[in-house]
């Protein structure tokens, strides 16, 4: 069955860059995807991937997709506080409805 | 920017009541969702609805659970008799469509305690 992994928390300094990591385990992942959590808001799709890529670039967001390893991760680029945030990892699977299975959330503590 | 909004933010109820969870997707939007998670865990799909009707559902919605969109508007979940292990954040999520990249635009979420 599907499963995705991501640590719980990071802790990272102002200014510097952030990297969340994911692990999934199925090999039939056709995008696997990034959301974002504000305090009091909904899940908010950030960027997703397409599972024949293995990075993509937007602004200050990095996704590096290692499909042999099935790790995923997130690299924010000077890093503010602004980016605090729970960011979630999920994948779809081929053939279906397209529901994302979703990780536990990473919760990014940007500190000054 | 149209969004999904979901009342109450809040909901503490009896184990044994019946509570209703409301979400209001957004307006062109066809296919509407409800997630949970409980804290500390993983965000767990629950149940997808189209065209007025169950489309998919997990095995975590069983019997106690039933959606309803009874109006044109709202979507509603209601969980008949509410056990402890219910607690947690419930997720509303809508999309125009259901292709790999259409966007599900997430709720705020309400968080249901059951004491």
């Known amino acids: 069955g599907e499963d995705v992994e991501q640590s719980l928390f990071l802790s990272v300094r102002e200014g510097d860059s952030s990297v969340i990591n994911c692990t999934y385990t199925?090999?039939?992942?056709?995008?696997l995807y990034w959301y974002k959590q504000e305090p009091g808001a909904g899940l908010q799709l950030l960027t997703y991937?397409?599972?024949?890529?293995d990075m993509k670039q937007d602004q200050r967001l990095t996704v590096l997709l290692n499909k042999k390893d099935k790790h995923l991760s997130l690299r924010i680029a000077d890093t503010q506080t602004g980016d605090s945030a729970i960011y979630f990892c999920?994948?779809?699977?081929?053939?279906?409805?397209?529901?994302?299975?979703f990780g536990r959330g990473t919760s990014l503590i940007v500190h000054p | 920017e149209p969004e999904v909004t979901q009342t109450p933010s809040h909901q503490v109820t009896q184990m044994g009541q019946e509570v209703i969870l409301r979400c209001v997707p957004i307006s062109n939007h066809l296919y509407f969702y409800w997630y949970r998670q409980i804290l500390g865990q993983k965000v767990e799909f629950l149940v997808s609805?189209?065209?007025?009707?169950?489309?998919?559902k997990s095995e975590i919605f069983d019997d106690q659970f039933s959606v309803e969109r009874p109006d044109g508007s709202n979507f509603t979940l209601k969980i008949r008799s509410t056990k402890l292990e219910d607690s947690a954040m419930y997720f509303c999520?809508?999309?125009?469509?259901?292709?790999?990249?259409?966007?599900?635009?997430f709720g705020p979420g309400t968080r249901l305690t059951v004491l």
């Open positions: 199925d090999s039939s992942s056709t995008y």
């Open positions: 999920a994948e779809t699977l081929s053939g279906g409805s397209y529901i994302p299975t």
């Open positions: 991937i397409f599972s024949n890529m």
């Open positions: 999520a809508s999309r125009y469509g259901q292709g790999a990249t259409d966007t599900q635009y």
């Open positions: 609805f189209y065209n007025n009707e169950i489309s998919e």
